[in-house]
């Protein structure tokens, strides 16, 4: 069954003339790892919310169509209620800070505490987390002494201590370095194997290709295509929607490399590496 | 031409931790791309340079000023620094009043402010924006005003911490076209970056910092070719190179030309 059920979602911001959501329909499996992807202002943060539940209930604004998490009607119920099911991880890690906890301890601890779990319970949960992100290191800290990378590394650990059925991340490597940026990506694809869903929007084309399960690019606030990175990235009109194919890819087209059996481009460097392989 | 150079430059915030440990650099005309893990040290550096801190040892020459004699005021003229957060830079309620704040400070006039500043926002595709308030944009359209705000002062010395950051493809052609055109004015740019495949193409030199040194130095081409010393440094090489090692090429790639005319040439 699907976790997440979007449809025909409408959505206009207050005061403002243009949809930023203009009837979107999808579906996602459980545990599947989905990557978003489409230019700034395609509405890539706006879909995150109205997952998540702050679209409409704290940005208001109009609202049509369905999204449906867990089971849950998201427009029906509260955020309090949605939470539960349904984490996030925003965009500017700076927003993400509580500003009333004054380590990055007790900041992972905030969103336990306030869903009433046990302490024992809370206390294993952040120092998986912070295991996770490699930041028990800097456990006594105040968040806000951090520098962007680490302050971006607490986002995603505090979100990742509630264990939610889905977890929805907004670009959540943006000001990590390229190991860190690796590291995240494996924990995450770690989550997909305990069934959680993972949605994440991302620039990180090249990475995206190699971890996610399907990929759903959006343009103006409409749904263009929702398929494999293979199918999605052998696209010829991806410029049209200010996206580039990752560089495997695009070798691959200027050479002519294509998966005899599918005619798909390479995405990875181990597909490009196998189809080369043949040929010589 | 224009001209940075560090001697023996350390640094610390708190006595026990040192974050940058002797450095020695001079930089040029040359475009300069730094690159590293996180807490490498590589904004504290900037920092340094742009005069907000003070060095606990060694000296900085900015065109042969030593930034200890000057106040951070006195050399915003000479040096302009985009930060990594442009929440920490945008505190105007309009997107034009945020850009003409530098100049005006500076001592350009209202005229010449406005003028400075429309120019700055046409480079970053955002001057429709004029009377908007900065936080009604999106985070990446805040990072290119932050841009603009220092562009329209127009300093000898630009430098960007992460420009890329939130950046989709056009966002960064943008980036692209703003940096080579400060090169051509003669202006010297500095970079820190996460994104090898930028650093790679747009940058002629690449300096690899790691836990508070300079691990390593040189022209783009040769510093991306080394695998083993960008994994040391919690990096990882272009996506370009790395295709070219997977499939057993030699030599340094920074652009898909570069790897598409080796490949046609086997």
Redesign the interface.
């Known amino acids: 069954m699907a976790i997440i059920k979007v449809e025909n979602v409408k959505y206009k911001y207050p005061d403002t003339d243009k949809l930023v959501l203009n009837d979107m329909t999808f579906d996602v499996e459980q545990g599947e790892f989905i990557g978003l992807i489409g230019k700034n202002t395609a509405g890539k943060s706006t879909l995150c919310f109205a997952l998540a539940g702050l679209v409409p209930h704290f940005f208001k604004g109009a609202y049509g169509g369905k999204v449906l998490v867990n089971g849950l009607e998201v427009r029906q119920h509260e955020i309090g209620e949605i939470s539960p099911h349904v984490g996030l991880v925003f965009e500017n890690p700076f927003s993400q800070m509580t500003g009333s906890k004054y380590t990055v301890y007790e900041e992972i601890a905030f969103g336990l505490e306030n869903m009433g779990i046990d302490r024992e319970i809370i206390v294993n949960r952040i120092e998986e987390s912070l295991e996770l992100l490699d930041i028990t290191e800097i456990k006594d800290k105040n968040p806000f002494d951090l520098s962007g990378g680490q302050m971006q590394r607490v986002a995603i650990a505090s979100v990742i201590a509630l264990k939610p059925s889905i977890l929805i991340l907004d670009e959540p490597t943006s000001q990590l370095d390229p190991q860190g940026t690796e590291e995240v990506f494996k924990v995450i694809e770690n989550l997909t194997k305990e069934g959680i869903t993972i949605i994440m929007a991302e620039h990180k084309i090249d990475k995206m290709a190699g971890y996610t399960d399907r990929i759903l690019l959006i343009h103006e606030g409409k749904l263009i295509d929702f398929d494999t990175p293979a199918k999605l990235f052998s696209r010829e009109d991806l410029q049209d929607y200010g996206i580039i194919a990752p560089a495997v890819t695009r070798i691959s087209q200027s050479l002519g490399i294509q998966n005899k059996e599918n005619g798909l481009y390479p995405v990875t460097l181990k597909e490009l590496s196998r189809e080369m392989g043949d040929k010589r | 031409m224009n001209s940075i150079e560090v001697t023996n430059l350390s640094f610390s915030y708190t006595p026990e931790i040192d974050v940058l440990k002797g450095i020695h650099l001079k930089l040029d005309g040359e475009t300069t791309a730094i690159v ?4 490498a040290g590589k ?1 504290t550096f900037v920092k340094l340079l742009k005069g907000l801190l003070r060095p606990t040892e060694g000296e900085i020459l900015l065109n042969g000023k030593n930034t200890k004699d000057y106040t951070v005021a006195s050399l915003a003229k000479e040096i302009g620094l985009v930060f ?2 442009p ?1 920490d830079q945008i505190f105007k309620n309009t997107v034009i009043g945020e850009v003409m704040f530098g100049p005006l400070n500076i001592g350009q006039d209202e005229q010449k402010a406005k003028e400075k500043s429309i120019e700055a926002l046409e480079k970053v595709h955002l001057e429709k924006y004029l009377e908007t308030n900065p936080y009604d944009l ?4 805040r990072k290119l005003i932050a841009i603009a705000s220092i562009l329209s002062m127009d300093p000898n010395i630009v430098i960007f911490d ?1 420009p890329t ?7 960064k052609e943008t980036l692209k076209e703003i940096i080579f055109e400060l090169r051509n004015q003669g202006k010297l740019v500095l970079c820190i970056l ?1 994104d ?2 930028f650093a790679a193409e747009v940058f002629e030199r690449t300096i690899v910092f790691n836990q508070g040194k300079v691990l390593i130095e040189g022209p783009s081409r040769d510093i991306f070719a080394q695998k083993e010393i960008l ?1 040391q440094a ?3 090489q272009p ?2 190179a ?2 070219a090692d ?2 057993g090429l030699k030599g340094s790639y920074a652009t ?1 030309e570069d ?2 005319r080796a ?2 040439e086997e």
Not at chain 2, 36 to 39: A, L, M, R, T, V
Not at chain 2, 138 to 141: G, Q, V
Not at chain 2, 165 to 171: I, P
């Open positions: 590293g893990q996180n807490g904004s990594q957060n929440n999106s985070l990446s359209e992460e950051m939130g950046q989709d493809y056009a966002g996460h090898m495949d994994e919690y990096l990882e996506y370009v790395q295709i997977e499939l898909d790897l598409l490949l046609k």
